[in-house]
């Protein structure tokens, strides 16, 4: 189960970067789940590289579910996403050196020898594409049960977006958003540091920051399944991520108790809420019904022009070494469309195991 | 599995605060470790409350090992760790209301009012006495393997002791030390800072920073079986933990790829390292070799004496409440065995995987 | 994950035969669910050695379950349950040679020479106590759900009892049976059976025989989550089990399939219903709500007084021994209590992933 | 983990009968194993239907691998085998009856409508040809460990096959044959049987018996790992299987303890080994060395030509219906292929949980 998250919903991930097909199977999904290909083909274009801020590299990510949808409706058996790789060129990576910062080493290290360095192989970035689209089917299943998840560019290197303020709002203006950015001028900011990244050959990483409204209270719980546990599990398997914070996060730590605690009230209705979020909608690792709040730290894009000091692993020797070709300045932007696919991921599987394997689907 | 760890090495846990016996099965763990009672109370013992900087509760945690260890070596059976409760007084719980920031709130709602509401019961702290008890054991049996964990307080509040240097030298100096920081000065200043806090009848958080020295490298790896992964995964598991980072974690995502990247270099035997390390010890979620370097951001300790808004739910009103009894103003040093005993769990697990079920016992 | 079993309702076994406590922890089970301990006791006492026809070791089984309970009702945290060792004679077991047809070879190999020899250790089957324990109240907890569980000894040696016939009949009549034969006469020859083979220093197996009714359908399914799959999984964990059989099992084989099949009618409500139930409750790995029918071989007792050949291990040779001490001519009726409590904890767990973690437990 | 086998080396299922493409993912793989295509490829023409005692349905069964391996090595990435469905005849299963003893039914029921009905969906026997693609790779790799697994028809219907007596020589006698069977006499009357229950427009079951040789002690254990468990848990997940016995299985259950148990010796280097094997080569959950030994039940084909009562389920009435179309009179020689397959997944899994997860694969 090194490739399969998850416990009652299941995705198993397949395919190397320049291999011929890269994919996943989605297991456990309820029935009656409706599945929408342009939903599916709008989210794999939005972590598609596009414009001047991304790499060349063509991908046209066309998929085809090849198993577990019939006339129209996931079926019950495992849904699976198949996509061609095309625009592949192994020349590229032919005898280059290390790459600093990648799995190159480590694949190398743990494999023996036998794994696929083709454009990184299985630790290909590309690999997320088929989560994305396995991300998107379930995403709009959980919109249509009135939970909304939502990723925005908190920062971008040095710059900032404001935070969340009114979530529905924010979250709607964030949907199908290219460049996830709420204010506005700093999205431009951000462009701009990503282009003067690019033109010194260097690449500059971002925090992602992620809400989710509509959640119920009880998901999550027991010591090892905490909420916090489980996504964060997932979180970290998304490449580039190296940190992750609920609510107020590492920022709680400098914090008095008093200034930390969220206030428990009674709304009109007598069910209990939170007057503030700096739990991030979970305490105890259980949802407490506020909206989830979380974020990701991204590091820079490891592939640069920019020498670098290396190991030409054929030849046993250091060498100094730019790695040309057609990499991303940044890849936080991108890397929302995979955050939102893998928490929606995540939220299925939680709510599988509250409520039931049939409660995502419809009723015919 | 909701209370269970890991997957080749598996910890299950039990108990509440108030209830009659609390401990865990160690489970998976290779025959022939051997298990020595000392270190397990002195682990238990670094966890206890202590001193002015900590609760007043006295818990004496008398443990016993009731299955799994005969003539001094575990035989390959579930080893099982019982610590029972004896300095609980119930009545301190009886009709008070919800504590903000703890899992009161979501324990009634996901259990349906049929969870045990007694010094919170099964989400009391208290529960990661055997995690440590546990924790020590393998802990002892991976430094015999050469493999050595050791972590500090790197900030109390707003008040931070200096970075890992000599990693060797650090480690040592941290063994068995009850409030870990590696600056006397910062110390000092930290302890100062946790007794301001009770003065104000307030609490304060920290970070801890954990080092392990030792590892090999090929562990973890798979999309979701990522180092990463695994270990963050069970480092939320430990209560008042709100965010982790490796390496340069949070730092990355304000660099340049170049600032991030770690130059790969070969030794004079012509081995691979790794001429800085930013990415912790671990790229492509697989261990490197080079040291394996995280930190937990830890949230005040949530039970205060300030007064603050909640609910007494029994009576379904907004109250007022401060809440007096043995609390700690400061839990992040008590913390640090706990994050020790997880790190060692976790890395025993991935030991397993990888090398086979018998690697961590000697031979007879 | 060795000594666990299952995935949404878990248990998670350990002791020794001679160790000083065996127990188990049960978890992932809904809150609410009534406990009385003298269901607990009933189900133990049955599972006991009593009579002339079992063990002379005086097995009193003083439980206690020291979490997961408050106020009678289960919590949602784990349940334990703790069992300790009275009438324990480890002089017995010194310096005596490998039992043939026990663990005592393969834990001798297994963990090199590490494991606890001492009336079988962890092997023995003195470890089904806690499982019957737990069994017991998760038993009681579907039963209020509708869901009744019976074994009978469907044979002895070469004695067969009557079939089902009459379900409801059977299984209210096998209720707390310590023998439990459907037919008198077949009852009185088993007996007989079992003495004589005591008289010849021998022992004697037997098959068990299943059914539940009550069961919705639509449970298990998946390619290998199939309820067959399943629950072998757990019987083929009681000791001496060494064949299990669905419906017409092996009978089937020797079929024509229009003799096998069962036909598909529609009742008065219009619902589906199998005309006969030679497929045992499951077609496709998925229940049908047809009862719930199968079949479990016990092996013959391996500890028997005739001399046989085997190894005395410490001193390196062959040897003939004849094995006196305590020890069951047959074991296959008290292993009804073991195999109707594994089957309610799968049951609970597949239950738990159809319906949601809540559903077994009562509305507050 | 619906479709999902194993923990450390593990498969996932996909695909339907008439679907696009059916396929597996096999995971958790050492890297540096040979896949040979021709090996996958003569696997899966045992699977096939051929001659006329099996189905007229033509597969030809064109694979391809699209991840995983590497310049003809696997990597370490997970494998993935796709299979595209061309003779699919969907208009052979529009708008009739339910067939009884398939899935039709409890998928109707679980997956409320939305199941793919067409010839049988995911549940389609058809499933089992990436099983044995997987199967292929693992059983050639094990057989260089020296592990061979072989499968015999023991009986169909009331012919039987001789047991096995040398398995050297049986195993590679079996290897590669179409119609498994030891006794060439056997075989005719086999045939004969086969052929006249496809004359009076039936089916036919049978019984298949299995050994694996070269395994080494101290594979499996824990109460619930034990590999009766495992294995069982697999094998009921190959279609028709009905019921799974060890070595004497339902047959000890009538012996004596001194018939039962086999004697224990010790060979001229001092190695354990047992004088007999009744026990199939697993004492106490655990492999000890002896060859494994195993029996499965295969119940007839369910789709058979004679009429049967069922219900058509579009109409909601009940019906008498003839099946006819394209299929096999017995399944149980084709499935010696899958059960063969099923077996190497499972004992790679265990071996890799015992060895580490390098173990498989050879040295660069």
Known sequence: MMNTLGRAVTLTLFGESHGEQIGCVLDGLSAGIFVREET??????????????????????????????????????????????????????????????????????????????????????????PIVAAGAIVREALEKKGIVIGTHLSSVGKVCDRGFENLEEDLAFLADKAFPVL?????????????????????????LETAVTGLPAGLGGGTFRSVESVLSHALFSVPAVKGVEYGGGFGLSAMRGSEANDAIGLDERGEYYLKTNRCGGILGG???????????????????AKPQETVLASEGRE??????????????????????????????????????????????
Chains 1, 2, 3, 4 share one sequence.
Not at 43 to 48: D, G, I, N, Q, T
Not at 333 to 357: F, I, K, M
Request: negative net charge; glycine residues 8%.
């Open 319 to 364: 060498v100094i070494h730019s790695f040309h070709g057609r990499h991303d300045p940044c890849v936080a932007h991108r890397a929302a469309a995979v955050v939102n696919a893998v928490t929606a991921l995540v939220l299925a599987d939680l709510l599988a195991q509250h409520y039931g394997e049939d409660w995502l689907g419809e009723e015919k």
């Open 40 to 129: 599916v083909a709008r989210a794999l274009a939005l972590r598609r590289p596009a414009g001047s801020i991304s790499t060349a590299r063509r991908e046209e990510d066309e998929f085809s579910i090849v198993s577990g949808v019939y006339r129209g409706y996931t079926t019950g058996a495992p849904l699976t996403v198949l996509i061609p790789n095309k625009d592949t060129r192994s020349s590229d990576y032919d005898s280059i050196p290390l790459r600093p910062g990648h799995a190159d080493l480590t694949a190398l290290m743990k494999y023996k020898g036998f794994s696929d360095p083709r454009g990184g192989g299985h630790f290909s970035a590309r690999l997320t594409a």
């Open 183 to 207: 204010d506005g001028s700093a999205a431009e900011k951000m462009e701009a540091e990503i282009l003067a990244a690019r033109e010194d050959c260097d690449s500059v990483g971002g925090v």
């Open 286 to 304: 259980i949802t407490c019904g506020a909206p989830l709040l979380f974020r990701c730290a991204m590091k820079p894009t490891p592939t640069i």
